[in-house]
């Protein structure tokens, strides 16, 4: 089968659209520098993100490719089926618990990013440790995310995967480039606008089919394969709650949600758009379901794909492209096309900006503290390709969509969450408890082993079983080291507390000035009101190893 000639020039016409409104949203940037500093606007959007605007971009950066494709994949697996399919009701509770427990803390105390909240506690070096992590997650996503578009795009239009993955990216990061967070949050109203409109126009396409039996028939019967509802065994019980837990408090560490969060015009603002978004997941998540159970409903030797099934060519991560090629007209194959690579851009370039804005945030700007506004400028733009060629590779080394989303949340909730719950509501959290509590819950997770990336386990825990001579944990061990960091961080930071405070070791070994550390800084916006006393109190704290704050308020006042 040759070149889908209409079928890349449709899609080449929607990159043309996002990128037309990229470079409009650009030109809306520059005009809104006037009114901040440009480090602000090209991270935050200068913090004057409508609540519209707000709904939609938070949404779209959660509905991408690897949760369309993800789900699909999900519900048709053999095995796994529907109750395994949990990424809507997950990402249904990331969103409610951040608008309910996490917004007014970070929006009030106007952070620039999730990690400034370490930097304050932790101290910069001990901080720094925590932004690798969080900005290794942002380049897996983007690579998970630039997965499920390949594939689709391969499948459908036979077009080589690696011009798939390439040009998808470079359109990405193209607009990125040209205008920051402004230029994200406008073409994610285009791409969400797109993305809701075909897949809920594809579902009646592949139902009218009639290859695949009744849906209803297939969810508790074993015809083709097992019922795709699936259930879980009692041994798997720890496994799946794992694995939602992993998804549902995971993402709360994300700089992608809080960037959203950050850059609301107000607590009310950013709250209600995480309420907005987690209702919206759901409804966007059904059309995944559907296909997914239609497939797991469809006699595959009857189709033009022929036998064996797509589960046993081992390309159950295309399902969706695949019923879209195998069970739709061809024009609307199309459209599913240019709906999954809606999802990936809106995902993609949410991860971009995410890294940069951690790294430029951070740690450039705590390396150069006198770095100018142009300087900061030309920072984020190779930060932006940096990121991009980096995640771009990956969807070279493994096929696994969801494999790769459980291994980005993965990083997000067993390194990233205990400490943001820790450095945002516990008073005596610091850099030694960090520590302790960031190698600790590191050194045991690599311990369980992760056959997603080749890890072997270590320390077997009970009711595993191996699997061609790998061991496969059954027990939940990634919530085992959240809470190990989370109980390593509360302890060890009381401890060296009460150590020196009470001078049982002496106040010169406290290399992390546990004596010196501060409580949260007070509203960003009213720091033009502080009095000298108060900023010299700041100031202090920074010299001895926290954050620099006054720098991070010149470049987020409103």
């Known amino acids: 089968m040759g070149l889908n000639v209409p079928g890349l020039i449709t899609l080449l016409g929607f990159y043309a659209v996002v990128l037309a409104t990229g470079i409009w949203a650009s030109r809306r940037a520059k005009a809104k520098v006037t009114t901040g500093t440009v480090t602000e606007v090209t991270l935050l959007g200068g913090r004057t993100i409508g609540m519209a605007v707000g709904i939609f971009t938070m949404t779209a950066t959660w509905i991408g490719g690897g949760f369309i494709l993800g789900v699909a994949e999900t519900v048709y697996t053999p095995g796994k089926g529907l109750v395994w399919a949990m990424l809507p009701v997950q990402c249904f509770v990331t969103f409610i618990i951040a608008g309910s427990v996490f917004t007014k803390p970070m929006r009030e105390r106007s952070y620039v990013t999730v990690m400034d909240p370490f930097q304050?506690?932790?101290?910069?070096?001990?901080?720094?440790?925590?932004?690798?992590?969080?900005?290794?997650?942002?380049?897996?996503y983007f690579g998970c995310v630039l997965l499920a578009l390949g594939g689709t795009i391969s499948s459908i239009l036979n077009l080589p995967f690696v011009y798939s993955v390439v040009i998808s990216a470079a359109v990405s990061i193209i607009y990125t480039l040209l205008g920051g967070f402004y230029s994200v949050a406008y073409t994610?109203?285009?791409?969400?606008?797109?993305?809701?409109?075909?897949?809920?126009?594809?579902?009646?396409?592949?139902?009218?089919?009639?290859?695949?039996?009744?849906?209803?028939?297939?969810?508790?019967?074993?015809?083709?394969?097992?019922?795709?509802?699936?259930?879980?065994?009692?041994?798997?019980?720890?496994?799946?709650?794992?694995?939602?837990?992993?998804?549902?408090?995971?993402?709360?560490?994300?700089?992608?949600?809080?960037?959203r969060i950050l850059s609301s015009s107000s607590v009310a603002r950013a709250q209600v758009t995480c309420f907005a978004a987690a209702v919206m997941n759901v409804i966007l998540g059904v059309p995944s379901i559907l296909i997914g159970a239609v497939a797991a409903s469809t006699d595959w030797n009857q189709t033009d794909y022929g036998a064996p099934s797509p589960y046993d060519r081992g390309e159950a991560y295309g399902i969706l492209p695949i019923c879209l090629q195998y069970l739709t007209p061809q024009f609307v194959s199309v459209i599913g096309i240019a709906a999954v690579a809606a999802a990936v851009m809106s995902s993609a370039d949410s991860c971009l900006i995410s890294a940069t804005s951690m790294f430029s945030s951070n740690i450039y700007k705590n390396i150069r503290k006198q770095a100018s506004d142009?300087?900061?400028?030309?920072?984020?733009?190779?930060?932006?390709?940096?990121v991009g060629v980096v995640g771009t590779a990956l969807p070279f080394l493994t096929n696994s969509i969801i494999g790769l989303l459980i291994l980005w949340a993965d990083v997000g909730y067993c390194v990233i969450f205990p400490h943001l719950v820790c450095v945002v509501f516990c008073p005596f959290a610091n850099g030694y408890g960090g520590a302790m509590g960031y190698f600790l819950g590191i050194l045991l997770r690599c311990l369980c082993g992760e056959p997603t990336i080749g890890l072997p386990a270590a320390i077997h825990f009970p009711g595993g079983e191996t699997v061609d001579g790998v061991y496969i944990q059954r027990a939940p061990v990634r919530t085992v080291a959240m809470l190990v960091t989370l109980i390593c961080v509360l302890f060890?930071?009381?401890?060296?507390?009460?150590?020196?405070?009470?001078?049982?070791?002496?106040?010169?070994?406290?290399?992390?000035?546990?004596?010196?550390?501060?409580?949260?800084?007070?509203?960003?916006?009213q720091a033009s009101s502080d009095t000298n006393?108060?900023?010299?109190?700041?100031?202090?704290?920074?010299?001895?190893g926290h954050l620099e704050r006054p720098q991070v308020e010149e470049s987020t006042k409103l």
């Not at 440790?129 to 380049?139: G, H, Q, V």
């Open 120 to 140: 304050i506690k932790y101290g910069k070096v001990v901080a720094t440790l925590m932004i690798i992590p969080n900005i290794a997650s942002d380049i897996i």
């Open 188 to 259: 994610d109203v285009i791409q969400l606008v797109f993305i809701f409109a075909a897949l809920w126009l594809l579902v009646p396409f592949v139902f009218v089919n009639p290859t695949p039996l009744d849906i209803s028939i297939t969810a508790f019967n074993h015809t083709y394969q097992p019922p795709w509802i699936g259930e879980i065994q009692t041994q798997d019980i720890g496994k799946w709650l794992d694995e939602f837990l992993v998804v549902s408090l995971g993402g709360l560490a994300s700089q992608c949600l809080h960037q």
């Open 374 to 386: 142009r300087e900061m400028q030309w920072v984020i733009r190779i930060s932006i390709v940096v």
């Open 492 to 525: 060890f930071s009381y401890i060296f507390e009460q150590l020196f405070h009470r001078d049982v070791l002496p106040k010169r070994w406290d290399i992390l000035k546990v004596s010196h550390a501060t409580t949260p800084p007070p509203r960003l916006e």
């Open 533 to 544: 006393g108060q900023m010299e109190t700041m100031m202090s704290a920074s010299d001895t």
